[in-house]
């Protein structure tokens, strides 16, 4: 028998929809409890390539529901992006995997995405998933949109011309304010939720099976039983981005370069145009007290704020919501 007999031997799947699935490149933005779980499922299937992006590190309280971590990858203040690729490199050596410790922008989409067959949105916000949606119109890719927070999961394929996209469905980003895992928790069961309905639509996009798609935005409350079930079938006509193009996520026109991380009291920045890592750690070593560093970032207090710099130069700073007293400690400590 081999690795796959199980999957080829579901009839809608076989040795073709396996041979398709090694032919994939999946892009995975995010790496967090959507994400790793997300991870797992495709390297596990045998996809032949998966490309990780996240910008965060792993924390203690990641641990309840983020599979692939472990306490000293918290206790280590591991990227979650670096961390999820070296426990998933001795479950299948078959995939090429890389993790990119990095911020999805609009600067650096295209690139990352690099020919990816199929995108899978594992983000926390809506700026990102409509990054993802106008990049994934403009290249024709399809891509897989979940979410899950307190007791609910969301899951909606898009086919760009096939389906319904974000936009057809969502005009604009919803207001800032909404829940969050931060502020409404989560529970593993939302989070199984989401990843089974988002890899089940995978599987059928990579496998060709797109027939079997059910294009509808699907949302159920586990607690509740409450369910919600729209039709996402066809694009609209009138849709801003599959029907007029005007991608404005992708041309940078809606991109923040200092986001307020909802519910962490944490600004990120985004990293300068220039930025020089020894110069920086070595300020930083001078004029505020470190108290994490290893080859991915540093982390620093300064009175109440305390500073996470990425090796790109973007950071977040925990102990504010306000983009003005982040940029002021960037500037005092990196310049
Ligand atoms: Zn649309």
């Known amino acids: 028998m081999t690795r796959y007999s199980r999957q080829e031997l579901f009839a809608p799947i076989g040795l073709q929809g396996q041979a398709r699935l090694r032919q994939q490149r999946v892009l995975l933005v995010g790496c967090g409890a959507l994400g790793t779980h997300l991870a797992e499922f495709c390297v596990r299937a045998g996809v032949g390539q998966l490309i990780i992006v996240d910008r965060d590190f792993v924390e203690p309280s990641n641990l309840q529901r983020q599979c692939l971590f472990t306490e000293s990858d918290a206790a280590n203040a591991t990227p979650k992006a670096e961390a999820a690729r070296k426990a998933l490199a001795g479950v299948n050596s ?11 922008t609009w600067r650096n ?10 995108i899978l949105d594992a983000t926390d916000n809506f700026e990102t998933r409509f990054l993802i949606n106008d990049l994934a119109v403009q290249t ?3 891509w897989v949109y979940a979410a899950c927070v307190g007791a609910r999961a969301t899951c909606m394929p898009v086919v760009p011309g096939r389906s319904a996209c974000l936009r057809c469905m969502l005009d ?9 895992c931060d502020t409404a928790g989560i529970i593993m069961p939302a989070v199984l939720q989401a990843v089974a309905w988002a890899s089940v639509v995978a599987l059928k996009i990579m496998t060709g099976n797109e027939a079997a798609l059910f294009k509808k935005l699907y949302t ?3 607690w509740t ?3 919600q079930i729209l039709d996402a079938s066809t694009p609209r006509a009138d849709c801003p981005c599959c029907s007029r193009r005007e991608l404005d996520w992708l ?10 991380l909802c519910g962490r009291d944490s600004v990120q920045l985004a990293a300068p145009e220039r930025f020089d890592w020894q110069a920086a750690r070595n300020a930083i070593r001078t004029a505020a007290r470190m108290t994490t560093e290893n080859e991915y970032l540093l982390r620093a207090e300064s009175g109440d704020l305390t500073i996470t710099l990425y090796r790109d130069g973007r950071a977040i700073v925990h102990g504010t919501d306000q983009p003005a007293a982040a940029r002021s400690l960037y500037a005092r400590l990196v310049g």
Do not use: C, K, M
């Not at 995939?95 to 990095?102: E, L, M, P, Y």
């Not at 041309?251 to 307020?260: D, I, L, P």
């Open 94 to 104: 078959d995939v090429t995997i890389t993790a990119h410790v990095a911020d999805f």
């Open 109 to 118: 989409a295209a690139r990352l995405a690099n020919g990816a067959t199929l």
């Open 140 to 142: 024709g890719t399809p």
């Open 172 to 180: 604009d980003q919803p207001a800032a304010g909404g829940d969050t």
């Open 220 to 222: 159920s409350d586990l």
């Open 225 to 227: 039983g409450e369910r």
């Open 251 to 260: 041309a940078g026109r809606r991109a923040s370069s200092a986001a307020t």
